[in-house]
């Protein structure tokens, strides 16, 4: 892994955005894999000030979404597929029919999962996936769990994600109890990943990532088995590099 580290916040989301631009430079038809929740709005923003600079295109790009809450309306302004349009997609060039979400109201989940797995692996895979880390450890809405699983499927939210994602509803009974996501098998598959990681109150969970055992307890853990994972970051954390 690298980390790299962050004074502020702004600094950290025109890194991470350049980074995924230089992606899309380097690849016009490059395969991005997403993210939602408050981590990526900042670096979404950048990538949209570069476009409208007239200094990237999306045109051939193709992306993947982590996740998406199952049963809440796609119109929902808090849908994962709402949150994209609004941050990122509706403000670049992007052809509509290359963006993916996996579909949280089909009628076969298990049906939608394969069919969404599927679509990746037509595409190769995924050039940079985007992460953010829930405070338990979570990448996607892989929650921590004795086992984990390998393609896209259902899982019930923690207790603890509900609580944390409260803020995007009105109330808690709002936030849906299920999601779809990809899995680790899905998310490791990808030729590189950037983790993305805000706020003092996540430097724990962070270091338990980094330095930590490789456990299915903390989801984001496994990433220390993939060859390229670049974390940014504004925590102050270290990465141990030897057994010292
Ligand atoms: O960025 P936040 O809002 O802290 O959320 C943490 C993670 O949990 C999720 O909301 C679940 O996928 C991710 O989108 C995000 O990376």
């Not at 230089?22 to 991005?32: E, G, H, M, T, Y």
């Not at 994600?161 to 509803?169: H, P, S, Y």
């Not at 456990?215 to 925590?235: E, G, K, N, Y």
């Amino acid at each position: 892994m690298i980390l790299h580290k962050f004074k502020n916040q702004a600094d950290l989301d025109r890194a991470a955005a350049d980074l995924f631009i230089s992606v899309v430079r380097s690849k016009p038809n490059a395969v991005l894999g997403m993210a939602t929740g408050g981590t990526p709005v900042g670096l979404y923003q950048e990538i949209v000030k570069t476009y409208k600079q007239g200094l990237v295109s999306f045109k051939e790009v193709t992306t993947f979404n982590l996740d998406e809450y199952v049963g809440l309306p796609v119109s929902h302004p808090e849908s994962y597929r709402s949150f994209m349009q609004r941050n990122l997609f509706d403000h670049i060039d992007i052809a509509p029919e290359n963006t993916h979400v996996p579909n949280g109201n089909a009628d076969d989940i298990d049906g939608e999962g394969r069919r969404y797995d599927e679509a990746i692996y037509q595409q190769g895979s995924v050039d940079m996936q985007l992460l953010g880390i829930g405070g338990n450890g979570h990448i996607g809405f892989n929650e921590p769990d004795d086992e984990l699983s390998r393609f896209t499927h259902k899982v019930t939210l923690k207790e603890s994600t509900r609580e944390a994602n409260k803020r995007f509803f009105n109330s808690i009974d709002e936030v849906p109890t299920h999601a779809i996501t990809m899995g680790m098998g899905s998310i490791l598959h990808a030729k590189a990943i950037l983790l993305v990681v805000k706020g003092q109150e996540k430097a724990e969970i962070l270091d338990r990532t980094l330095n930590g055992p490789i456990t299915t307890q903390v989801p984001a853990s496994l990433l220390q088995t993939h060859p390229r994972v670049i974390v940014m970051t504004d925590c102050d954390v270290t990465y141990k590099v030897s057994h010292s």
